[in-house]
């Protein structure tokens, strides 16, 4: 779902039209059903941005949007949603209470430290961040998750590495 919708590229990227889109949706022009379309690869659908229409952007909070949401949620395994950026864009914030779970990208060696921070700050100041005190239980005897119930925890001083890598294109 590319709900990026000053700037959307997934139409571009999966060789596709941008309309109808998510955009049409919101004015209430389209149905999910309609705006959804294949790829050339399988089981992977797209909904485009759609056109850049009057009140389009101020809709991505409002009823219409989780409605199209859930929608998809009864059609769809797995949605991923393309946002702006989180930092200056207000539609990134409110469209965050209805996803499941939000992924900070980060371009290393372009994005800014401090704009990295301020997101991810910005993010757990709105509870979209994991606030428990451990994200996942992992044995390693057995290569697995453990429920909570299952695990004894012993405090243990420590290190936290920090590594920083440059990658080659």
Known sequence: ??????????????????????????????????????????????????????????????????????????????????????????????MQPAMDGVILVVWSGQTPTRAVRTAFKMMYDKGLIYRGDRIVNWCPRCKSTLADDEVEYKEEKGFFAKIKEKFVR
Do not use: W
Request: with cysteine; aromatic share 4%.
């Open 1 to 94: 779902l590319d709900a990026n919708l000053r700037r959307g590229i997934q139409h571009h990227l999966f060789g596709s039209r941008s309309a109808p889109g998510l955009s049409n949706i919101l004015v209430e022009k389209y149905d999910v059903a309609d705006a959804c379309r294949p790829t050339t690869m399988e089981n992977l659908h797209i909904l485009p941005c759609g056109d850049q229409l009057e009140g389009d952007i101020e809709q991505l909070g409002s009823p219409l949007f989780l409605a199209a949401i859930e929608k998809l949620r009864k059609r769809y395994q797995r949605i991923i949603v393309d946002a702006p950026p989180v930092l200056g864009l207000a539609e990134t914030s409110v």
